[in-house]
């Protein structure tokens, strides 16, 4: 149905609805029960209104499943980001390593004096290495959760698929 169809058919319904259901008395009735063109707008007014309610559940159907397609982009990125920032703390700890390797070798070669600076340095870079290690076991926790929460997010959004799948289907059935 196009967008001009959708308010044209509410907007009979609402029309049709008001109309039929003030202006009517007793005798009406009556006539109406006999009456097959009375019978054919009624039936005609029960279509729209099942038609309207379709189209409004369909709407917030389609809504909501938007609404949690931004929610799973949104997990998606803090996923992305964890994965980034684990990736650069591992470059970081590995450029550590390869420079305490470096100064350990180094150390070997050198005279007293030196030695103990080197040996000052190298302890520190330890430390970094403590450090780097601890964000990365932190960055990993993080990690998990935001994947956790990916997870919940995408199933979800299935949820709200087969729910608008089977609405989709359900109005096909209503609608010749």
Not at 107 to 126: A, Q
Not at 149 to 171: H, N, V
Request: glycine share 2%; with cysteine; proline share 2%.
């Amino acid at each position: 149905m196009g967008k001009m169809a959708c308010p044209l058919v509410v907007a009979a319904a609402m029309a049709i609805g008001t109309a039929d259901g003030r202006a009517q008395t007793a005798a009406a009735d009556d006539r109406a029960a006999n009456d097959p063109l009375l019978r054919e707008v009624r039936l005609l007014r029960q279509a729209v209104d099942r038609l309207t309610l379709f189209t409004l559940r369909s709407h917030l159907a389609v809504t909501r499943l938007v609404a949690q397609q931004l929610r799973v982009a949104r997990e998606q990125d803090a996923v992305d980001r964890a994965q980034a920032a684990i990736a650069d703390a591992d470059r970081d700890q590995g450029r550590t390593h390869a420079t305490i390797a470096r100064l350990s070798r180094q150390l070997d070669n050198v005279v007293e004096e030196p030695r103990s600076e080197l040996r000052r340095e190298v302890e520190s870079l330890r430390g970094e290495l403590e450090a780097h290690d601890r964000q990365i076991e932190l960055l990993r926790a993080r990690l998990s959760m935001a994947e956790q929460s990916l997870r919940t997010e995408q199933q979800s959004y299935q949820q709200l698929e087969a729910a608008l799948l089977a609405l989709d289907r359900e109005l096909q059935r209503q609608v010749p």
